[in-house]
């Protein structure tokens, strides 16, 4: 089965950096545009970043842009996420997903997921 494994998570102050890894196995990995999410308890998970196939285009959600930088590895079948300039509002488990192609903003068009990562942002 395909097996997706988010690594990064953390706690860190406001302000500060983390960089998020997502390393596929048992995926064709250059064929699927891959996506990052983050949820908290009681809500619905929302997109924060994705990449296409080829990793020349990707997408930010209004609240991360200019912030985060996705970007991807197929050499190492890995995405990853920089999250830098970190707010409390950032606090939530961080899931890293596949599709095929091309990159969504909804979880539903995605096939695979992986576990999550906390992220934890004091104040």
């Known amino acids: 089965q395909v097996q997706l494994v988010e690594s990064g998570g953390g706690l860190v102050q406001a302000g500060g950096s983390l960089r998020l890894s997502c390393a596929a196995s048992?995926?064709?990995?250059?064929?699927?545009?891959m996506g990052w999410f983050r949820q908290v308890p009681g809500k619905d998970r929302d997109f924060v970043a994705g990449?296409?196939?080829?990793?020349?285009?990707?997408y930010f959600a209004d609240s991360v842009k200019g912030r985060f930088t996705i970007s991807r590895d197929n050499a190492k079948n890995t995405v990853y996420l920089q999250m830098n300039s970190l707010k409390p509002e950032d606090t939530a488990v961080y899931y890293c997903?596949?599709?095929?192609?091309?990159?969504?903003?909804?979880?539903?068009?995605?096939?695979?997921w992986g576990q999550g990562t906390q992220v934890t942002v004091s104040s």
């Open positions: 990449i296409n196939w080829s990793g020349g285009t990707t």
């Open positions: 048992r995926l064709t990995f250059s064929a699927y545009a």
């Open positions: 997903a596949a599709k095929s192609v091309f990159y969504s903003t909804s979880p539903n068009d995605y096939a695979y």
